[in-house]
C-alpha cells in the first residue's frame, strides 16, 4: 500500500490554514503532515519531519514567503506551492516564487459558492499531486490516481466542426504546459526573435496570476507578450497567453489569425484548457501550426496535439528529463501524436527552421 503525500501548510491566518486542510483531507492520497503560522514555526516542523508537498503563503509576518522559500531551496529542496491572495501584488511575488523554484502557484480557496468551492478543491488536491510526483521528489512510491469524471473539448467545441483547412501562408505555434510550465515556456520564449511565428500559450495558472506573468515575461524577451484579450490579433513575434479561467481559442478571418476568450466548463479539469486551444488550431490553422506540449501532470492537451497531427501541424513533445512532471507530454506520445522529442533547451531551434 503506497504511502500517503505528506503537506506541510504555511500560512499566517488560521481560517486558510483551516480551509486548506479541509480540501486536502477530503482526499485518501493526502495527508495533513502539519500547519504553520510563519516561516520560523514551519522550519521547526520541517526539522521534525520533512513533508513531501509544502503550500506557503507569500505575505507573512516575521519573515516573507519569498525569503523562506529560497532557503528551502538552497538548504533542502522541496516542492513548494504558492497559495497567494489574488491581488496584483500577490500575484507578482508568486511569479518571482515560480523564478525561485517553487512548483505551482494558485489563488487561495474562497468559499463564496458551491461550485467555486469545488473546483479550488480540484485545483489545489491536483496541484499537490503534480508537486509530489515532481522531479524535485526523491520519493517513487506516489502514484496520481486516475482523474474523476470530467468534461472533453466537445463541451467547448464540438467535434463536428472540425473540417479541411484552406491553405494560408502564416504559421502559428500553439503551447500548452502546466506544472513547471512557466520556466518551461520562458526558456522556448527565449530562442525565439521578433520575425518569429506568433504563439498561442495556455498555461494550467489561474486568473490575474496570468497577466503578471505575461507582463514578467515581456519584460525580459524580445518577442511581446501580453495576456490575450477577446480579439486579439496574432501576429509575428507576438506571444498570447490565455487568461486565467478563461478558454482561448483561435480563430481566422482571411488571412488573419485573432483569439477567442470565452467561459465554459472545466475541461479535463482545467479552464483554460491546452485541449481547448488545440482543436482550435487543428480547424483553422492545420498543417500551418506546430503544437508544443511541455511539462505538466494529467492529460490536457494529448487529445488536442493528435488533432493538430492529423490536421497535417508538426507536432513536437518535452523530453522527461527536461520536464518537471512528465505527465501530459507522456500521454500524448502514448496516442502517437507527438513527431518529435525534444529537450526544453532545444525546441526553439526545431521550430526556427520550420518552413
Not at 485518501?28 to 520560523?40: C, G, K, Q
Not at 516573507?64 to 496584483?88: A, E, Y
Not at 485541449?275 to 508544443?292: E, P
Request: charged share 25%; proline share 5%; with cysteine.
Amino acid at each position: 500500500m503506497k504511502s500517503k503525500i505528506k503537506v506541510l501548510i504555511v500560512d499566517d491566518s488560521a481560517v486558510v490554514r483551516q480551509s486548506i486542510a479541509t480540501i486536502l483531507q477530503s482526499d485518501d492520497m493526502i495527508e495533513v503532515m502539519a500547519t504553520a503560522s510563519d516561516p520560523f514555526m514551519a522550519a521547526r516542523k520541517i526539522k521534525m519531519e520533512i513533508p513531501d508537498v509544502i503550500t506557503l503563503d507569500v505575505d507573512m509576518p516575521k519573515m516573507d514567503g519569498l525569503t523562506f522559500l529560497k532557503k528551502i531551496m538552497s538548504q533542502h529542496p522541496i516542492p513548494v506551492i504558492i497559495i497567494s491572495g489574488m491581488t496584483q501584488k500577490g500575484s507578482s511575488d508568486a511569479i518571482k516564487a515560480l523564478e525561485c523554484g517553487a512548483v505551482d502557484v494558485i489563488p487561495k480557496p474562497r468559499l463564496a459558492s458551491k461550485e467555486f468551492f469545488e473546483e479550488a478543491r480540484i485545483t489545489i488536491i491536483d496541484a499537490v499531486k503534480a508537486a509530489a510526483a515532481s522531479n524535485l521528489t526523491r520519493r517513487s512510491d506516489h502514484t496520481p490516481t486516475p482523474v474523476r469524471e470530467k468534461f472533453t473539448v466537445d463541451a467547448v467545441i464540438p467535434e463536428i466542426a472540425i473540417k479541411k483547412v484552406y491553405e494560408v501562408t502564416d504559421k502559428i505555434i500553439a503551447v500548452g504546459a502546466s506544472t513547471g510550465g512557466t520556466e518551461a515556456i520562458k526558456t522556448f520564449l527565449q530562442g525565439l526573435n521578433t520575425d518569429s511565428p506568433g504563439v498561442v500559450i495556455v498555461q494550467h495558472m489561474p486568473e490575474i496570476f496570468t497577466r503578471s506573468f505575461a507582463e514578467r515575461l515581456d519584460s525580459l524577451l524580445p518577442v511581446s507578450v501580453k495576456e490575450a484579450e477577446n480579439g486579439d490579433k496574432l501576429m509575428r513575434g507576438q506571444v498570447l497567453i490565455a487568461p486565467g479561467n478563461r478558454h482561448m481559442l483561435l480563430k481566422r478571418r482571411g488571412g488573419t489569425y485573432f483569439v477567442e476568450v470565452t467561459d465554459g466548463e472545466l475541461v479535463n479539469r482545467h479552464r483554460p484548457s491546452v485541449d481547448v486551444l488545440f482543436r482550435s488550431v487543428a480547424m483553422v490553422a492545420g498543417s500551418n501550426a506546430v503544437g508544443i506540449i511541455l511539462t505538466g501532470m494529467g492529460d490536457d492537451g494529448a487529445q488536442g496535439l493528435l488533432e493538430m497531427k492529423k490536421s497535417g501541424a508538426m507536432t513536437i513533445a518535452q523530453d522527461e528529463k527536461s520536464c518537471v512532471v512528465f505527465g501530459m507530454p507522456k500521454e500524448a506520445i502514448k496516442l502517437n501524436a507527438v513527431d518529435k522529442i525534444i529537450s526544453i533547451e532545444n525546441i526553439a531551434g526545431v521550430v526556427a527552421r520550420m518552413k
